[in-house]
């Protein structure tokens, strides 16, 4: 499947309401490779850009001089962009890595700003996007409160394997909150 197949079926799958420029949207994404270990996404620096992710895992994370703290893996075909950052062109607070060499469809900001002044469907993704992240924020929020790091890694599991076969447990480890060796317990137990 190619790049732009694989964009078209996020679309389709993800916002089939919106047909109108579609075709148009998607061609006018550019490839971007990057390799392991790279920093696509800076603290402290404003989104410029959409970003899809065809293939290839990105970790997301927050760090501090003392320390870093994965928030969120992304190993499947979607978009990356930190969207508060683009839409309110604010400083971003996390970082994006990638943990494997990736391909990334890309396009400007003054781009998919024109796109959205030409078609309608543009403001209706936006709208959506920031609808699921809010939901999707929240209830990862709540389930790192109430949770036990047992029950985290449960969770992932279930929902999230493919996180345990592509990710370096260290990494999952510190999406969990605790350390390396507590979660080499937790996984004996199960």
Not at 33 to 44: A, C, F, P, R, T
Not at 70 to 88: A, K, L
Not at 98 to 116: G, I, M, Q
């Amino acid at each position: 499947m190619t790049t732009t197949d694989k964009l078209s079926l996020f679309f389709s799958n993800e916002f089939p309401f919106n047909k109108e420029g579609l075709e148009e949207f998607v061609n006018t994404f550019v490839i971007k490779s990057y390799k392991k270990g790279e920093i696509i996404l800076q603290n402290d620096t404003v989104e410029n850009e959409l970003r899809f992710l065809d293939q290839g895992i990105i970790r997301e994370y927050y760090a501090s001089n003392e320390k870093e703290k994965n928030i969120n893996f992304y190993t499947n075909p979607t978009f990356i962009t930190d969207f508060s950052s683009f839409t309110h062109a604010t400083p971003t607070k996390k970082y994006q890595e990638c943990l494997t060499d990736v391909d990334l469809r890309v396009l400007s900001k003054e781009k998919f700003l024109a796109f959205t002044n030409q078609y309608q469907c543009g403001k209706l993704f936006i709208e959506t996007i920031f609808q699921r992240i809010v939901v999707n924020k929240e209830t990862e929020e709540f389930n790192h409160f109430v949770n036990t790091a047992e029950e985290l890694y449960l969770d992932i599991m279930k929902n999230k394997p493919d996180w345990l076969l592509q990710i370096p447990q260290y990494h999952i480890a510190s999406y969990l909150g605790i350390t390396p060796e507590t979660l080499s317990r937790i996984r004996k137990k199960m």
